[in-house]
């Protein structure tokens, strides 16, 4: 394993600590409204300290791109590295104590995704991945499921929970999607959505308005594991957009044929 991708692995592992003894006692957490429908505990914010000072503390000169904290620039050749972290991804599922959430950690150097990890501190799944040398759970090597007929297709998603803007064209396309799959699933944590894609769990996945940390670690996992993803346009802005179109390659493609018809101008910015 890459020493940077142990790091990551180490830090997850850590946070995964915080939030199971946090997850016995959740009556009471300190719990903070950001924003409508979008919740931070404290859990969330003592899960992202111990990431940054496991990456920081080997890696000193790094930057770090994360939910709570926001970004944290470090001058000279180094900066070149961004961490990208979610420390609580699935925070209501948490707070509810509905076992489905995760820690993604992701590196980017110069702006290309490079490792990754996903980590399920309830199943104890540790998704990893590097670019160039595959993805894998558990360190067994994973792949993208191999059916190649969306009707019979199982696809992620996620909801429009705290920004509806694009909420016709969402719903739009969920309609569409329900006829002609095998059906539609939203657990509530986009960075297993994607892990589990990878591993060939579901066939392929669309969201909008997502952030960055949401789906780094996700991404890259799907990417080595042999999926390809693009933003509404058919583009790589995925990351920026937060608009992201996931799947198998037959599948990847059936999607973006249904979705495009129903893709505003908004949606392809």
């Not at 924003?35 to 496991?54: F, G, H, L, M, P």
């Amino acid at each position: 394993m890459h020493p940077m991708l142990n790091t990551a692995v180490k830090a997850a592992r850590r946070a995964s600590a915080i939030i199971t003894r946090g997850s016995l006692d959740l009556d009471r957490l300190v719990v903070r409204n950001k924003r409508d429908n979008d919740y931070v505990s404290e859990i969330d914010q003592k899960a992202e300290e111990a990431i940054i000072d496991t990456l920081l503390t080997a890696y000193p000169r790094h930057s770090i791109l994360a939910e709570e904290s926001g970004v944290t620039e470090n001058a000279g050749e180094a900066s070149e590295y961004q961490w990208i972290i979610d420390p609580l991804d699935g925070t209501t599922n948490f707070l509810h104590g509905f076992p489905q959430y995760a820690i993604s950690i992701a590196l980017r150097h110069q702006g290309v995704l490079q490792h990754a990890v996903v980590y399920d501190p309830v199943r104890n799944e540790l998704f990893t991945a590097s670019r160039g040398a595959g993805a894998f759970l558990n360190e067994r090597r994973i792949r993208v499921a191999s059916r190649d007929k969306l009707l019979g297709a199982l696809i992620g998603t996620g909801f429009p929970y705290h920004d509806f803007q694009h909420l016709e064209a969402y719903t739009a396309i969920f309609r569409d999607l329900v006829q002609r799959t095998s059906g539609l699933r939203r657990p509530g944590s986009a960075a297993l959505d994607l892990a589990w894609l990878a591993c060939g769990r579901t066939d392929g996945f669309f969201e909008v308005g997502l952030n960055p940390w949401d789906i780094a670690g996700g991404c890259l996992l799907v990417l080595e594991a042999g999926g390809l993803i693009s933003d509404f346009g058919g583009k790589e802005g995925y990351l920026d957009s937060g608009h992201i179109i996931a799947g198998s390659p037959k599948i990847f493609a059936q999607l973006l044929q249904v979705i495009t018809p129903h893709v505003t101008p908004e949606l392809r910015a």
